[in-house]
């Protein structure tokens, strides 16, 4: 077979942004001249939540987990030499998803591209938000207004561009099984079909179009044959719902597309050498199968359970990409799975149980419904707490985690601070004063705007009434509006909205038989709450801070629950105040502080001050999330009684520890531990 006949390799990119828009600049510069075929643009949590970076909120925050954008002027920077004409730019942006493209269609237009052949994707799933990952701002009703609204612009407008990838990742993540990946995300999608549809914006000859822009963002587990058949299974519904609910003809309109970004759930801090093979397992699922084979793939860097990767660490993921795609003999043959009865069975299996549960949602009242309702909520959490519960009793091995523990000694991590990059501490105070220097500057020259309140009312007046908010946001994006203004101005109109925790629906995951370690856990909190001469010992949960990764919290507070005790837990997105405040309102006797975005730096010290301040220094505070070792020692340092990372899997041992903690703090003496 010649070169020429073999298949064109997928989109390569890698998810990349930090620090500030120059700093991410430089690294898409270099990683496209290394091969890199697309952007993958990462945002910070205040651009993700509608906030600019001097907002309460945004403190610790401000180009952490990704790149600061809070108006045209850093967008411009970001892809300052990067023709947008060109390029293939995928942004994970969901909330504030029509500010960004906003913003990037008025760079376009700078660079005098034609903007009917931009081609990229804006991530745009807010439903996953509610349940998984915690960047929703709105209500379900106006959230789905922004998706519908920028579907119908750009079908009409932008009309290679994905306006909407609807994204199962964070499910998997959260814990969704292969069924309950793909009935969710078919789900969503039937829900913005549906409003699409119903919305008269779009007439129903034009259907197929939107139909044909819409694409799926998938995760890709180890479990990599039971993947590739989820893979196969998406594909046939996708066929299936199109055709038979919105009588699209054309079959390339009804072709399932998809990108990836591979199981990061998995990666473990314990010996993360092992995560180069996990990674390409889960690549081989994506990619093995011509008939179900990724558009996309990006690969996470086999460091990512320890920081941030570091430029070396993501160009050695798009080596593994480039193997596969270049080396190897894959690209050369039709569908290697083609009539297996093995994986023709499976995949008929997921069907099937996939349909039987998108039915059931539907019956519900379909997605939107089934977010308010806690439904879907509750169906991961208690998945998720099932799947440690395995992990946790050894039916589910994880190599070097619970299984194969010991090791050599590992050079890749053998200086553990500068296995990760790290964001300079100083940049959030940069970043701030660029934003100051905007806002007080953007009407002189060389920028020349017009005043943004009127810009900023028109938005809110289109908020009020029906039309169609992308040209209102347009004309924000051309006043030099910040992301704060634009997002507070809807906010204004459309409130915001607390997504159900699922935390009190959740089932119990691990019985507490009798010997077991959770019943002696049980034992101990029941001790120790006597031995203080209250009812129930009481443990507030907290999540500080922008970080929506909810999922290790949650899995804490269940699991606590289930020990005996009273859990306080009011989900995502709370100032240091408001934990303080609530933890001595509910007299409890433990603070749990879980942050995975790299804020636990300003943000757990500044409880640990507000506790001493309010003379409620008995109170442990214990910490958790992706803390590097020198950060542990720091808030150990600090007053933290105990700091917990992800290779901490034994959620039991860890609720074990925390009565510790209570006893500790209490001057009560240590409980013997039964042999």
């Known amino acids: 077979m010649t070169e020429r006949q073999k298949d064109r390799p997928w989109l390569m990119r890698t998810y990349a942004g930090h620090s500030t828009a120059e700093a991410s600049n430089e690294l898409y510069r270099r990683n496209l001249a290394k091969g890199q075929t697309g952007l993958s643009v990462a945002f910070d949590l205040p651009t993700q939540t509608g906030y600019d970076p001097d907002h309460i909120l945004a403190r610790g925050e401000v180009g952490r987990v990704g790149v600061p954008v809070s108006h045209l002027g850093d967008m411009r920077r970001l892809f300052q030499d990067i023709p947008l004409e060109q390029m293939n730019t ?115 000859e034009r259907m197929g179009d939107v139909v044909g822009r819409i694409s799926f963002f998938v995760n890709a587990g180890v479990r990599f044959v039971e993947e590739m058949c989820k893979m196969r299974a998406f594909g046939r519904i996708w066929d299936r719902v199109t055709h038979e609910r919105y009588g699209i003809e054309n079959p390339k309109h009804r072709r399932f597309r998809y990108g990836v970004q591979v199981n990061s759930l998995g990666l473990t801090e314990a010996q993360p050498e092992n995560n180069v093979q996990r990674i390409v397992l889960e690549m081989l699922a994506v990619t093995l199968s011509k008939d179900a084979r990724a558009r996309a793939v990006q690969l996470p860097a086999w460091n990512e359970a320890l920081g941030l990767p570091r430029p070396w660490d993501q160009q050695w993921s798009l080596r593994i990409q480039q193997v596969l795609a270049y080396e190897s003999d894959l690209l050369e043959y039709d569908d290697i799975f083609e009539g297996s009865k093995v994986i023709e069975a499976k995949v008929e299996q997921l069907v099937a149980d996939s349909f039987a549960e998108i039915e059931r949602i539907q019956e519900m009242g379909g997605a939107m419904a089934a977010v308010e309702s806690g439904y879907l909520k509750s169906q991961l959490v208690s998945s998720h707490a099932a799947r440690r519960a395995r992990i946790e009793s050894g039916e589910e091995r994880i190599i070097g985690v619970n299984a194969f523990e010991g090791t050599e000694p590992n050079p890749l991590t053998a200086d553990l601070d500068t296995a990760v990059q790290t964001v300079d501490p100083a940049v959030e105070a940069r970043v701030i004063a660029s934003l100051r220097n905007w806002r007080d500057t953007r009407y002189q020259p060389p920028f020349n705007h017009p005043r943004p309140c009127k810009a900023l009312e028109k938005l809110k007046q289109a908020a009020k009434g029906t039309d169609n908010l992308m040209e209102a946001t347009l004309e924000c994006a051309r006043a030099g509006v910040t992301t704060g203004e634009w997002a507070g101005a809807l906010r204004e109109v459309f409130g915001e909205f607390r997504a159900p925790t699922g935390v009190s629906s959740a089932p119990v995951a691990v019985a507490a038989e009798e010997g077991s370690a959770l019943s002696e856990v049980r034992r101990r909190v029941e001790l120790t709450a006597r031995d203080l001469g209250v009812g129930k010992l009481r443990f507030l949960v907290g999540k500080p801070g922008l970080d929506g990764h909810s999922n290790g919290a949650e899995q804490i507070a269940v699991r606590a629950r289930d020990a005996g005790f009273e859990v306080v837990y009011q989900g995502i997105r709370l100032t240091p105040e408001q934990i303080v405040d609530a933890a001595l309102a509910e007299d409890v006797h433990a603070v749990g502080l879980s942050i995975l975005s790299g804020s636990h730096a300003e943000l757990v010290p500044d409880v640990l001050e507000r506790l001493r301040v309010a003379g409620a220094t008995d109170i442990p505070v214990i910490a958790g999330g992706i803390i590097p070792n020198g950060d542990a020692e720091q808030l150990r340092a600090a007053g933290v009684a105990a700091v917990f990372t992800p290779k901490d899997f034994d959620i039991t041992h860890i609720v074990g520890r925390i009565v510790d903690e209570i006893r500790n703090a209490n001057q009560l003496d240590p409980l013997e531990v039964p042999a």
Not at 167 to 191: F, K, N, R
């Open 90 to 204: 995928s942004m994970t942006i969901n909330a504030t998803a029509m500010w960004l493209l906003a913003l990037y269609q008025v760079v376009a237009e700078e660079q005098g591209a034609d903007i009917t052949r931009l081609q990229g994707t804006t991530q745009n799933d807010i439903v996953k938000e509610y349940l998984s990952r915690g960047t929703h701002v709105f209500p379900p009703g106006p959230s789905l207004r922004l998706t519908t609204d920028m579907i119908a612009y750009t079908v009409s407008h932008l009309p290679k561009w994905n306006p909407i990838n609807i994204c199962s990742y964070h499910l998997q993540e959260a814990g969704a099984t292969p069924v309950q990946e793909i009935a969710y995300a078919m789900s969503t999608a039937i829900a913005v079909l549906d409003a699409v549809r119903d919305s008269g914006q779009v007439p129903q």
